[in-house]
């Protein structure tokens, strides 16, 4: 990659060093432009029309998002951002107040938020597993919280906003996959700064946003869902028409 040249398709690199992108990447003038452009299409001759028309540019967003997780398109689910993504993922779940979540104590904010109002409003526990000493997940008591709890989901932070710490994924995935208990990755910092493999991580759901190190637009972002969930007949609670359709396509595809 030509650093000078990137920079120069970045506006906002005329003047600074920027340097939040974990919080909102400077998207390059093409990610504007294509953005200004449709909506004066759209302007010219409808929402409706101007999506009919530009179908094939639309649907190649869950071709490329599937290229870079390694998984298929059908995999792939929009959202507006990681946390509408999480959430979709958490609604898919049918709780009972004997079930249990699984987590760690570096899970992102948001995460936690909605942990406690599914705590609150269904009585599902809290699981959090311990750290090591050097910030990681002590994956021996996470396996014994498994074990014992046997936990309906495991969530985790690939990683955590504020301390650097990039969580073992594959491993976890592991311990998910021997005790069959649902993985839901929240890789809102890792999409795009670093090779992120659902073959190999091994999760049922993983979301993602595309304002941060991909350097979409803001009100961007996706939901991977593994084939094991997608036919089990998991859905979120509130699953829209395109959603619906999917769905469909799979059970019926699977015979």
């Not at 491993?171 to 890792?190: P, R």
């Not at 190190?213 to 961007?220: I, V, W």
Request: glycine share 8%.
């Amino acid at each position: 990659m030509d650093i000078i040249e990137i920079r120069k398709d970045t506006s906002g690199c005329a003047d600074k060093i920027f340097l939040n992108s974990a919080g909102s990447s400077l998207p390059p003038k093409i990610v504007t432009e294509k953005m200004i452009d449709y909506l004066q299409y759209e302007e010219r001759i409808g929402g409706y029309d101007a999506a009919k028309f530009k179908a094939d540019e639309i649907n190649k967003f869950y071709i490329e998002a599937a290229k870079l997780l390694n998984c298929k398109p059908a995999n792939i689910a929009f959202a507006y951002n990681a946390t509408d993504a999480y959430a979709r993922a958490l609604s898919a779940i049918p709780f009972k107040n004997v079930d249990y979540i699984l987590t760690t104590n570096d899970d992102y904010i948001s995460n936690q938020i909605a942990f406690l109002s599914l705590q609150k409003r269904f009585g599902v526990q809290l699981l959090r597993a311990n750290n090591l000493a050097n910030g990681d997940i002590d994956l021996v008591h996470f396996e014994e919280l498994i074990k014992k709890h046997k936990p309906v989901l495991v969530a985790v932070t690939h990683v955590p906003t504020n301390s650097g710490l990039v969580q073992n994924a594959e491993e976890i995935g592991k311990i998910c996959n021997k005790y069959d208990t649902w993985y839901l990755l929240d890789a809102c910092q890792s999409v795009g700064q670093m090779i992120v493999d659902v073959e190999k991580i091994g999760c049922d759901f993983l979301s993602a946003t595309g304002r941060k190190f991909l350097r979409g637009p803001r009100g961007t972002g996706f939901l991977y869902i593994s084939d094991e969930v997608l036919m089990s007949g998991l859905a979120p609670l509130f699953i829209d028409m395109r959603g619906q359709i999917g769905l469909m396509k799979m059970i019926i595809k699977s015979g």
